[in-house]
């Protein structure tokens, strides 16, 4: 089944309500953001997740910080993964103290053997590297655009390799990118809010469309 993270959590209301939706990663935004929380807010909210069975793993989410400012975040507020939305490279990825999840964003000029080539580098051969995220990167800004890229492009690297894969999914069209792509995971903020805060309806809606799809992402799953 494909892994669902819904990014930009702010609180532990929601953080819960999305744990009770059966949610596999809550992404905290610990760096410059409209979605940007404090310190103490992140530990509130995994406080609030302690003892939900099968709990959600919270990804906090940095952008081209020092590693060691990252990960005496990550011990302070007992992240899970670290997700590098910034230029980080394999050298700074292996000073991480969790498993990672780095962003390679899909620009206009972006072409299929590009993309594989820096997948690859990232995942390993065998794997064992970093989870990548595929997102839209349409103005140089880090972080999501909540915009879609040319999933065409994707196509390739969903069958080859544990992606997740962002940008402008909606309850909408997320069950049709999961069943063309078959990716391993899907990430969304923007697509669940409305004016600008996260809406339990929208949620709800995205998890079932991702999860009713006919595809069952096999390739991908570990």
């Avoid at 953080?15 to 530990?43: K, W």
């Amino acid at each position: 089944m494909v892994k669902i993270k819904i990014c930009g959590i702010r609180d532990a209301a929601t953080a819960r309500y999305c744990a009770g939706l059966g949610i596999d990663y809550i992404g905290l935004v610990l760096t410059e953001s409209p979605r940007r929380i404090s310190l103490e807010a992140a530990c509130e909210i995994g406080v609030s997740l302690d003892g939900i069975e099968g709990r959600p793993r919270l990804a906090g989410v940095f952008v081209n910080q020092d590693y060691r400012t990252v990960n005496d975040v990550l011990h302070y507020c007992n992240l899970d993964v670290v997700q590098l939305s910034g230029d980080e490279n394999m050298d700074y990825i292996s000073r991480i103290e969790a498993p990672c999840i780095k962003s390679v964003h899909v620009l206009p000029s972006s072409t299929e053997t590009e993309l594989l080539y820096r997948v690859e580098s990232l995942c390993g051969t065998d794997r064992t590297g970093a989870r990548v995220l595929l997102d839209n990167r349409p103005d140089h800004r880090y972080g999501g655009s909540g915009k879609s890229f040319n999933w065409a492009l994707a196509g390739k690297i969903c069958a080859r390799f544990p992606v997740m894969v962002a940008g402008g999914l909606t309850g909408q069209n997320v069950g049709t990118m999961v069943d063309k792509l078959q990716p391993w995971g899907v990430d969304v903020s923007s697509g669940v809010e409305k004016d600008g805060v996260k809406d339990p309806r929208l949620i709800k809606d995205f998890v079932a469309a991702a999860k009713g799809s006919d595809v069952t992402a096999g390739g991908n799953n570990e």
